[in-house]
């Protein structure tokens, strides 16, 4: 099937009980039984759920995995993967990274013996240099959450798999729609669902795919082990929202694209970073393992300073003050103070998170509206 059949199509069939089109939403906790142990494939809701298990293959098929887990929320999803390793295990990530993650990495698993490296992944020699006998997972981004910086990631699966290393690519940003991580030798594919794949922002969810058997019964034990599952509503409402994706995200592609185009000509901007743009230095590798660019615009000012990107900040109109992305409305942030406070500054100032940076999701608004509302809050 191709991607936008996939959407609506895969993993979802009509309910045999009553022909329902729609996947419907299992609000239950348990389920009769005939007998001890003789069932209908289903015991307990933490374990299985249908609606959960329409999702986690519909998101299965679409990253052309074998087998997805869907968690509470991306978080979650993230502290399961983590948990395939064992405390001494190490994991190198990239020094551009969503706050949650490095809190989670730093202070969270870092308590417990699995330790993290964070480097410039954009270089593979900073990699290889980075790799020691304890290391056992890379964990890429890519784009880079705030930077959008773009990570080869044939490249760095391909050294992986030379050292028997696994490789975790958060696919968040680009969604499945621009990018098939595990079709470039990827082993673990993570999302937060909450953004793109959900598209509405009314639902927090996160999702794994793997292609290996012994990978998804591990993660599989861990999703009931600990209990972190979506939950059947919010299982629908994802369902829902991915037999769109390949729409909305192809709008705000070309939204963002025009709207990166009208940053670089504003004399108050001093940087934009899209990788659409031919001037920004992973645009070829962009090219090369992506469809199209992605939705999401970043850009910092002139003049340096948070009070100065407050001001723009608080005077849009169409573009929300919100933490999150990827939905059909435009939201803008401020990272330093939003979704990154959590690294510390000298760390953020390192790959280029200035206080003026200001984070753009852009969405499937006319883009002529969204221009005029930027430009005015420039003014």
């Known amino acids: 099937m191709k991607f936008a059949t996939k959407t609506i199509h895969a993993g979802v069939s ?5 022909g329902a089109v729609m996947t419907p939403i299992y609000q239950t906790s348990t389920y009769a039984q005939d007998a001890p142990g003789i069932h209908k494939g289903y015991e307990y809701a933490r374990t299985q759920n249908p609606t959960r298990a329409a999702l986690e293959a519909n998101i299965a098929a679409l990253e052309n995995g074998t087998h997805g887990v869907c968690f509470a929320s991306g978080m979650a ?12 295990d190490e994991v190198i990530s990239s020094n551009d990274l969503y706050g949650g993650s490095y809190r989670q990495l730093t202070k969270v698993h870092g308590r417990y013996g699995i330790y993290s490296r964070f480097v410039d992944m954009t270089n593979i020699k900073n990699i290889k240099k980075a790799i020691n006998k304890k290391t056992k997972m890379l964990w890429i981004e890519t784009p880079t959450n705030p930077m959008l910086s773009i990570i080869d990631i044939k490249k760095v ?9 696994l490789v975790c690519v958060d696919n968040t940003f680009a969604s499945p729609y621009l990018q098939t991580p595990l079709d470039l030798g990827a082993d673990i594919v993570l999302h937060s669902a909450t953004k793109y794949l959900g598209g509405h922002s009314d639902v927090v969810l996160g999702a794994v795919v793997v292609k290996e058997e012994v990978l998804a019964n591990q993660l599989y034990f861990l999703q009931n082990s600990t209990g972190a599952v979506s939950g059947p509503m919010d299982s629908f409402l994802v369902l829902r929202g991915i037999k769109t994706l390949h729409l909305r995200v192809e709008r705000a592609c070309k939204n963002a694209k025009k709207i990166a185009r009208f940053l670089t000509t504003h004399p108050k901007v001093k940087n934009v970073y899209y990788p659409g743009l031919k001037t920004h230095p992973g645009h070829e590798i962009a090219k090369k393992q992506m469809r199209r660019f992605g939705g999401m615009v970043s850009f910092d000012l002139h003049q340096d300073t948070q009070e100065e990107a407050t001001k723009i900040l608080s005077n849009t109109h169409l573009f929300t003050l919100a933490e999150s992305l990827g939905g059909v409305e435009s939201l803008i942030g401020h990272p330093a103070s939003m979704t990154h406070a959590s690294i510390p500054k000298e760390e953020r100032m390192k790959v280029g998170l200035t206080d003026s940076l200001i984070r753009l999701s852009i969405g499937v608004e006319s883009v002529k509206d ?10």
């Open 157 to 165: 699966c391909d050294l992986a798999m030379e050292k028997g290393i």
């Open 77 to 88: 999803a993230m502290d399961a993967v983590i948990r395939l390793l064992s405390p001494g």
């Open 14 to 18: 009509p309910d045999p009980a009553t």
């Open 370 to 379: 969204l221009i005029a509302d930027l430009e005015a809050a420039l003014g």
